[in-house]
T-cell receptor
């Protein structure tokens, strides 16, 4: 079956690094995504990684993929109060659609 | 360039009524997907349309239907509304049908009373 799991909550201090973890079950997922959702808003695409990559860096964001363990992580360097939001991991279901399977989201709280 | 636009932003309906939600994708994008996000959960896939044809359907009852127009905009219809249909409905736009980035609109907050 298709499933994506995330831890529910993470609290960090401003300036520290944040690491948000995700596990997925669908080994045929070609792309894995990270989205950010602020209160009352839609989803903002942060970054994504193709399944044949191990790592992708994009400014303060680093994505690590362990395909063997089906584990994905998002590291945010120098976390700021503006990074406080819910972060969703999503995998593409596979096949001929763009169906995304989302985790339940991780609430990141950044303390000043 | 405009991003994904959805209308209306908020809506209150009574149980048993019908509702239509609208989405305009990013210019040049030919695929639109609809998701339901219940409070405290991740979005759940409802439909995907590409070039006016249904490409995928999630595990939702037949009360939910959608269509895509020649200009690639889309409507989501929900009949016989239930209290449990209260949610944020998100539209995602993508360039092609599969394996590509999906960009989301701000959503329509539907409250059923």
């Amino acid at each position: 079956g298709e499933d994506v799991e995330q831890s529910l909550f993470l609290s960090v201090r401003e300036g520290d690094s944040s690491v948000i973890n995700c596990t997925y079950t669908d080994s045929s997922s070609t792309y894995l995504y990270w989205y950010k959702q602020e209160p009352g808003a839609g989803l903002q695409l942060l970054t994504y990684i193709f399944s044949n990559m191990d790592m992708k860096q994009d400014q303060r964001l680093t994505v690590l993929l362990n395909k063997k363990d089906k584990h994905l992580s998002l590291r945010i360097a120098d976390t700021q109060t503006g990074d406080s939001a819910i972060y969703f991991c999503a995998s593409i279901y596979g096949g001929a659609t763009n169906k995304l399977i989302f985790g339940t989201g991780t609430l990141l709280a950044v303390q000043p | 360039d405009a991003g994904v636009t959805q209308s209306p932003t908020h809506l209150i309906k009574t149980r048993g009524q019908q509702v239509t939600l609208r989405c305009s994708p990013i210019s040049g994008h030919k695929s639109v997907s609809w998701y339901q996000q219940v409070l405290g959960q991740g979005p759940q896939f409802i439909f995907q349309y590409y070039e006016k044809e249904e490409r995928g359907r999630g595990n939702f009852p037949d009360r939910f239907s959608a269509r895509q127009f020649p200009n690639y905009s889309s409507e989501l219809n929900v009949n016989a509304l239930l209290l449990g249909d209260s949610a944020l409905y998100l539209c995602a736009s993508s360039l092609v049908a599969a394996n590509t980035e999906a960009f989301f609109g701000q959503g329509t907050r539907l409250t059923v009373v």
